[in-house]
């Protein structure tokens, strides 16, 4: 029988080195050299400029039990969400509270348990309980974007913008976070204005991009997703938890810039900007690595993997 | 603060009815008259015949300590895999083995987690240890195909086929299975003549279609995703486990037709070649659900559900 460690080994190349690098305390492994043209070959010679820290202020760490996912959030897309989560991190409002609902194939969200009871429910103090949506914004100079030439079944353009994965309609003019993966956005009622942050929720499944301008979306998860992605569904409709018995509870939420720099988790993103990226698109498009037998060369939007590793020391 | 019911349960219209009737022991909710034009109301329009049972000889059960996952076969589409894993599934090959993997945004897979050590590893006694790559099949006229007229970035045209999301390329006459949410495949080493069904793996993440014609898809599981989905991801390279104590241990797999009628899974599934469908495509190209503010009117092939519900006594 020819079950080599390969055997199994070749199916995952897709998302390797992004799972390898993006736990800070693994140790890189020592890999041959990479195949020329694959996204090993490609981050291996990205040079330090290709990559971006993350800026602490608009960085969020959620504290689980098990540990800590980091979110990065876009102001640039939506600011007052941005702003009000901040604020609402800052006033304590998440510490405590619970991950409510783990949806197969779709969302898990957290917030207020006893969010509908008048009388128990947790008390926005500073924050603003409910916002304006932003679900798009008007295409500006401010908002360089870097298109993916392969097009895409739900937006006219799409691409990346300062890390992003965003759509466009330049006849609307308008331009939006997509809901890829991970992507991290705010929960809301009927009305488009009843959200603004006290609920919050990260797509764990195949991309629903029909929900792109629906909701706000405001950032993503770049660090710490299976920490979402693995809980239990929740057992009642729409995958809500139905027990306090069966939610996790959140340790707290904060800003990165309000953590000590010491603690705080050192990370690294491959800009989209770069030639690197462009690079990486391609070794995506056309698989090089020996494993493929069919390279179909063209990729998805959510497809395109954005690398994130441990800051290096330079 | 307006945090109804609502502010919660308006996002995940999405998926609800199907998650609603995707487990037998649930007795479905009784809900108010749906929205004319939505999933629910085209649902609730559907006729006994536009649902499908399951044959039982190409239904496999695979029995973890948590529960069932059923999975649907394709033999049309990979005559030899669906085969052998029966042969394999039949000399109990799986009975006791492991879930290796579970790699986030990607693959669960199983197997024999000494399938490297050739001393250790399990015999594969009547059926074949490897087999010849169904990675696609030509197209003919014995294999309906229903379109998706909304395109698609990695196949010249897509639909189902006998219910399976499918891709084609009519120049070269040629139709696949797509690796969808669910999908079921079998892993393979580099040589594309490598695997054969000793290990197995279902897509838990966006759609890797860029695994399309690479490997050879032979099913799809159609209740008890979650069970796959939500394990903890392995900590190893490829999100393999390391530890015998981390694997999940597999009860049993079973061709539903060797156990008997009264302990089957009974489910029906909406036929994809009816009007009901046609109509439920169009309900989820534009979502008519109060919730939604912008209608995109497209749909991409992995974001369109396949109704699966308990079987309706007649």
Not at 15 to 34: G, M
Not at 36 to 42: I, K, L, Q, W
Not at 289 to 303: H, P, S, T
Request: neutral net charge.
């Amino acid at each position: 029988m020819r079950i080599s460690p390969l055997h199994t080994g070749g199916l995952a190349l897709g998302v390797t080195l992004v799972i390898a690098t993006v736990t800070p305390a693994q140790t890189p492994t020592p890999t041959a050299t990479p195949v020329p043209g694959t996204m090993a070959a490609v981050l291996a010679a990205a040079k330090p400029a290709d990559w971006r820290g993350l800026d602490p202020d608009d960085t969020l760490y959620l504290d689980l039990p098990a540990g800590r996912v980091v979110l990065e959030l876009a102001p640039a897309f939506a600011p007052d969400h941005a702003a009000n989560v901040k604020a609402l991190v800052r006033e304590g409002y998440f510490d405590g509270l619970s991950v409510l609902r783990v949806q197969d194939n779709y969302v898990t969200q957290w917030g207020d348990p006893d969010g509908d009871d008048e009388k128990k429910r947790r008390e926005v103090r500073k924050a603003k309980p409910t916002l304006p949506a932003e679900f798009d914004r008007a295409i500006s100079a401010d908002l360089p974007f870097v298109p993916l030439s392969d097009g895409d079944l739900y937006a006219p353009e799409v691409g990346w913008t300062f890390g992003f994965p965003t759509g466009r309609d330049p006849k609307a003019g308008k331009t939006w976070l997509t809901h890829c993966y991970g992507a991290l956005g705010s929960a809301r009622g009927n009305a488009a204005d009843s959200g603004g942050g006290t609920q919050l929720f990260v797509v764990i499944g195949h991309a629903p991009r029909h929900l792109d301008r629906n909701i706000t979306v405001f950032g993503r998860v770049v660090q710490g997703m299976d920490l979402l992605s693995a809980l239990p569904r929740g057992p009642g409709a729409l995958g809500f938890y139905e027990t306090p018995e069966q939610r996790v509870t959140i340790r707290a939420m904060r800003v990165a810039a309000d953590v000590p720099a010491s603690e705080r988790v050192a990370l690294e993103i491959l800009r989209t900007d770069t030639d690197a990226f462009r690079a990486l698109i391609e070794a995506r498009r056309s698989r090089r690595e020996d494993w493929f037998k069919y390279a179909v060369g063209r990729i998805e939007l959510c497809n395109v993997p954005i690398p994130v590793r441990p800051a290096q020391n330079r």
